[in-house]
């Protein structure tokens, strides 16, 4: 079984609905098709148009909620409700629910990867990460899982090409799954993938083109870009949270002082007060920082990983293409392989290198975009929830002075300010 | 703080000007360095230009004022003597340092020994003290004029009654309540202490690890095309945010001060108090022995045995005492008598007196304890406003940084 050939018919499929703009997004002239080639068409298109079509032709829309735990004799998992309104016509009706569990999401994703190896498709959350001590089914590991897998499928479906890929719609509206898991590409076929993957790793890459040699730099450096905010967000969270500790300590102490005065109990319980609002307000911030920021990092920590696989399987397309044509070219008559078929079997992996590095040409400025719009948006909320923090204990305490300085026989010492 | 309410205060400013380090043999024999202050003390209405100094402003080290203070506290024991800055650092914050030599701790400890020589300055009974004039202006010989008073005689019996255990048989309520006010705020100003640097250093944390965003930020923009300005410059304004905790806990250091001052009074008070309770003890003492020696002499007189005596005992195993011996035994008794009987009205008139006169201090102190510490609490709101209003500019800056992205 030939799966490149199905792949191909995949690709060429969705090639079809892509918008056909013949300028690289740089603003450079297409290059020249391969001959013998339908799904030539390259993918290219501007970033900004992809953008602005998703926001205007958006017709799905997906919730990912309402976990339960599921026990059965062999194990314990947790089971999510998938709800899809879309106004796609492939869809048989416009409102679909489902449940799926977290291996339901993997199959997805396999698949998905399986039609486009070079598309760029969305991380899932990890499978289970021994933070410390969080277990599997402690309340804010699942919540954050969730948001990914709800994540996930949204970009999923926002994607103009994987939107379309079949294995999406029967995850968002086959009640039962089962069947179809059954049908994936066999064992075996993935075990050949893999042992030609290591060989023409081992025999390297004849020369990798200089677009995807950039691709691969940015890729590492984007990657521990990416790892070293994670790790210093999580810190920032962590120091947070044991500054919250101590301050919670801090206010009940002036408090207890306030009980042995009599004219000094009302500024103390006035400190006390305004330490324990900030507390409050330190608490907000630090969830903010959990819940908006670090899950934003650590998706494109992620992201970086699907870039880097990607580009790998970019140049695992190209070095067995490059094999091909190198028995093409050291055939003889005393080979068992009749030339003709070598012939076509190597333009037929040419053809198929050009279309990888079509789609993923186009894709990686797709992605690009999303990144910058994501990232852009996680750090100004980060941003704007820090002045707000500040702007609240300010208030507090200006609150504090104001009403110290109306106190009779209060003389003004001190000027406010820095 | 300075109303030239003394005479002292009206006459001359105080300054602790300087400081420096010296290296000497010590009493036993070994190197060792040390810290001096200069005590500069200038005509009061010198004017910008400070005019000359007044004395031969000697260069004090701080175990001198541990002597001048000890000095004062035996010399006047109803008075709520003013503390002095720590002698070793404590409370300290991880990033602080413990280190004597330091020399943060040196400028701080420095204006805590001139806070000192302010309030000694502006309290109307310790301000007129030779002892005190002499501290401040008298280069050489101050050590042997202090050690002349001879109070040392007395420190040793005050420390002596300090450590002593004994119990008033009617102890004043308005001491005990005092007491045990001390000891209460005490106990609260060492927990706010303790978890205000706890505070102090998390704080620090927090602050410091963002530094790390500049640095990635600034790493991070040269990958990017659109993104690198607005990153490049969010990186800077994190910096500028890890390095403002520097200054905003250093200032947080001078509220500590003035809690810790508060914090070492309260030892001032209780030795009040105790020394209070030494006199009602003493006076409750003298009254018993006088009644003793009153029972006696109504025994002697009338004869009858009431009380077990010694000489009584003797006297039935013996035989009794001839009359002339009876007869001088009861002169001498009427003499202890009369001694007694003076030693009760004094005693009493001075614990009187110790009272009124304690009692008044104590008022005042109170009264310079909320004023201050109301005074305290405000600049520490506004150290807080302060680091608010930092914050706000930073992040907003940061902010317009990301939007540029």
């Known amino acids: ?418 | 703080m300075v109303e030239r309410e003394t005479a002292l205060l009206r006459k001359i400013d105080i300054n602790v000007a300087e400081s420096e380090k010296r290296t000497g043999k010590n009493t036993v024999n070994m190197q060792e360095t040390y810290t001096v202050y200069l005590i500069e003390t200038r005509p009061a209405d010198a004017g910008a230009e400070g005019g000359l100094p007044v004395g031969d402003s000697p260069w004090r080290r701080y175990s001198e004022f541990e002597l001048l203070r000890t000095f004062l506290l035996v010399t006047y024991p109803y008075v709520v003597v003013p503390p002095l800055p720590e002698k070793r650092a404590e409370f300290v914050w991880h990033r602080m340092s413990a280190d004597n030599l330091d020399p943060d701790f040196v400028e701080r400890r420095r204006m805590g020994l001139e806070n000192f020589l302010m309030r000694v300055a502006s309290h109307s009974a310790l301000s007129n003290d030779k002892i005190f004039y002499q501290f401040l202006t008298e280069e050489k010989g101050w050590r042997e004029s202090v050690l002349e008073t001879g109070f040392q005689d007395k420190a040793d019996s005050r420390l002596k009654s300090l450590s002593a255990m004994f119990r008033v048989k009617n102890p004043d309520k308005c001491f005990t309540d005092l007491k045990q006010y001390s000891d209460e705020l005490n106990s609260a100003i060492s927990h706010l202490l303790r978890v205000r640097a706890k505070v102090a250093d998390r704080m620090y944390g927090v602050y410091k690890v963002h530094g790390n965003y500049g640095r990635v930020f600034s790493e991070w923009s040269a990958i990017e095309k659109e993104m690198g300005d607005g990153l490049q410059s969010a990186g800077h304004h994190m910096d500028t945010h890890s390095a403002s905790v520097d200054d905003i806990l250093e200032e947080e250091e001078h509220y500590a001060d003035q809690l810790k001052e508060y914090l070492f009074y309260t030892d001032a008070l209780r030795s009040v108090c105790r020394k209070h309770e030494l006199m009602q003890y003493e006076l409750e003492m003298a009254v018993m022995d006088l009644a003793n020696k009153k029972q006696q002499r109504e025994e002697l007189t009338s004869g009858a045995v009431r009380v077990f005596s010694l000489k009584g005992m003797s006297s039935k195993l013996f035989g009794q005492e001839s009359p002339e011996q009876r007869e001088s035994r009861l002169a001498a008794l009427e003499l202890s008598i009369e001694t007694s009987e003076e030693g009760v009205l004094d005693k009493n008139s001075e614990c009187r007196d110790f009272m009124r006169m304690s009692w008044e201090e104590v008022k005042r102190f109170k009264e310079q304890k909320d004023r201050e510490l109301r005074e305290a609490l405000i600049s520490y709101a506004i150290m807080q406003i302060s680091m608010c209003k930092k914050g706000i500019q930073v992040w907003s800056n940061a902010k317009e940084c990301f939007n540029k992205m």
């Open chain 1, 1 to 418: 079984m030939r799966s490149e050939d199905m792949l191909d018919l995949e690709e060429d499929d969705d090639l079809e609905v892509f918008s056909k703009n013949p300028s690289l997004a740089d603003g450079s002239p297409a290059s020249s098709c391969v001959p013998n080639s339908r799904g030539s068409m390259v993918n290219q298109y501007h970033p900004e148009d992809q953008e602005a079509a998703g926001v205007h032709t958006r017709d799905t829309f997906i919730t990912v909620d309402h976990p339960e735990s599921h026990v059965t004799a062999i194990e314990t998992f947790i089971v999510y409700r998938v709800l899809t309104r879309t106004t796609r016509e492939d869809f048989d009706s416009s409102e679909c629910e489902v449940h799926r569990r977290y291996q339901d999401f993997l199959w997805l994703k396999g698949k998905l990867e399986e039609a486009h190896p070079t598309l760029i498709v969305h991380p899932l959350p990890e499978k289970f990460v021994m933070k410390g001590l969080v277990e599997r089914f402690n309340e804010d590991f699942i919540e954050s899982r969730r948001r990914a897998l709800q994540l996930f499928l949204s970009k999923t479906a926002d994607h103009p090409l994987l939107s379309r890929s079949p294995p999406l719609k029967l995850f968002l509206s086959e009640p039962d799954l089962t069947a179809h898991k059954k049908q994936g590409p066999s064992f075996l076929s993935r075990v050949g993938d893999s042992v030609r993957a290591v060989a023409n790793s081992v025999r390297g890459l004849k020369s990798r083109p200089e677009e995807f040699v950039a691709m691969q730099e940015y890729a590492d450096d984007f990657s521990n870009k990416m790892a070293s905010l994670d790790k210093i967000t999580q810190r920032i969270i962590k120091e947070q949270n044991e500054y919250l500790d101590e301050l919670r300590q801090y206010g009940p102490i002036y408090t207890q002082w306030a009980g042995l005065e009599a004219e000094l109990s009302e500024p103390l319980r006035g400190v006390a007060s305004c330490v324990d609002h900030c507390g409050r307000e330190t608490e907000e911030q630090v969830g903010h920082l959990a819940d908006v920021l670090e899950p934003a990092l650590h998706q494109y920590l992620l992201c970086a990983d699907t870039l880097k696989t990607v580009l790998r399987r970019r140049d695992n397309i190209q070095a067995e293409s490059e094999a091909k044509n190198d028995a093409l070219t050291s055939w003889s008559s005393s080979k068992k392989v009749d030339h003709e078929t070598l012939k076509e079997e190597a333009a037929c992996l040419e053809e198929r290198v050009q279309n990888a590095n079509a789609a993923l040409r186009g894709d990686w400025s797709r992605w690009e975009g999303g990144m910058r719009t994501d990232l852009k948006s996680a750090l100004v909320a980060t941003a704007h929830k820090n002045v707000e923090y500040y702007e609240k204990c300010l208030a507090v305490w200006e609150t504090f002075l104001m009403s110290q300085r109306s106190a009779p026989g209060q003389e003004d010492r001190r000027e406010e300010g820095c």
